[in-house]
């Protein structure tokens, strides 16, 4: 009896010594590895945030994360962003775009910063075949005519349709402002200079349109739409506190808009929207090492 107690205390022995060793193995000095970090992306399905928020997705899976993106409304992604639900964004459009949405929810959203200026710009865009150069003259009859007085554009209740609205009012358009998507924007678009047609759109840049057809903004006097636009980062109160590191890599992330426009045009082209962002990433290493902090 004796004999089987000792051989008993000996495998105990055996099983604590093995558990030790194993834990000095992981190199964490014996405690649990830790759990898989996490983040959440927000995002506008505009063809430009499509690119950008699948590269930034990217980048943070070279960080060891956990990546979930989900495509929203302008509305619902503040309203997340407000909440906690959505961790971060690089779809903001300030100072005009979303300053309804930016003047509501300022105070509980961080601005983390630009990742992208000096490029951006919205208002209504035409064919430049068209030959009429600024907003002022879309109020003449002919050329009301010629467009079927109809303006296209984008999503319903995005910041850019609100300041849409605004325009027709500013200028006194007797024009129907007609909601849509982004590609329902593109497809009219398209259309029309298919069949050589006037057509007049909501437009941005960056864009892959501009480098596909030859288009031109109208010149607008009153600068409703604004002419210094740049592409901002948000994220939820609390994100820098809780992952410095997630943060981080935000704060650094910077581009221009032939870089964004070179993934929007291989998306165009046929590319899926992640083997496009893959491509961009393997093709700018240094870039992508400087948004992790590597360089």
Known sequence: MENIKNLVYLCIGFLVVASVLVAGCTGDGGTQSPEQKSISIGYVLWDSEIASTNVIKQVFEKAGYDVAITAVDTAPLFEGLAQGSVDCS???????????????????????????????????????????DAVDD?????????????????????????????????????????????????????????RNEWVVVVGWTPHWKFARWDLKFLDEPLDVFGKNEYIATYARQGLAEDDPGAY??????????????????????????????????????????????KA
């Open 90 to 132: 690089v779809s903001g459009w300030l100072p005009v775009t979303q300053k309804v949405y930016w003047e509501k929810y300022q105070d509980r959203i961080d601005l983390v910063g630009k990742n992208l200026e000096g490029g951006a710009l919205i208002g209504l865009v035409v064919p430049a075949y068209v030959t009429i």
């Open 138 to 194: 879309l109020n003449d009859p002919v050329v009301k005519e010629k467009f079927g007085g109809k303006i296209y554009g984008i999503d319903p209740g995005s910041g850019t349709m609100h300041t849409a609205e605004k325009l027709i009012e500013e200028y006194g358009l007797d024009y129907e402002l007609v909601p849509s998507s982004n590609a329902g924007m593109v497809s009219v678009l398209k259309r029309g200079i298919d």
């Open 248 to 293: 981080g890599i935000l704060k650094r992330f910077h581009w221009t808009s032939e870089d964004m426009n070179s993934v929007m045009l291989d998306i165009e082209d046929g590319m899926d929207p992640e083997d496009a962002a893959a491509k961009w990433i393997d093709a700018h290493p240094d870039q992508v090492n400087a948004w992790l902090g």
